[in-house]
């Protein structure tokens, strides 16, 4: 284990759990120190990481919430009714086709 303030790039990229080429191609991005070879610190890599951080929206859906119901929060219970509808209204009444080249009597023609 390195107990100096400075880590060589391999124990750094192990430090953030990324590979060597991931933490390379991020050299502009993060401080380091170049000494005969990259070095890093600690406090470097979690300032680096720190300006990664997303945080969870504030109005989240909990993961565990049925489909129904994340349809209802995304859409609205008004927005997804409108939809059913106009996809009712696209979709060609059943037997129309047919019943348009019948007789009175109901025989084809």
Do not use: C
């Amino acid at each position: 284990m390195i107990r100096g303030p400075y880590l060589p790039i391999k124990p750094a990229a192990q430090y953030v759990g990324r590979s060597e080429k991931w933490l390379r191609r991020r050299l502009p991005l993060i401080a380091h120190v170049k000494d005969g070879g990259l070095l890093f610190t600690r406090e470097d890599l979690d300032a680096y990481l720190s300006t990664r951080r997303v945080e969870p929206r504030k109005n989240a859906i909990p993961a565990d919430t049925p489909g129904d119901q994340v349809l209802n929060i995304l859409m609205g219970p008004r927005s997804r009714r409108a939809s059913e509808t106009q996809a009712k209204a696209r979709k060609p009444a059943r037997g129309a086709a047919s019943d348009m080249m019948t007789d009175q009597t109901g025989r084809r023609r």
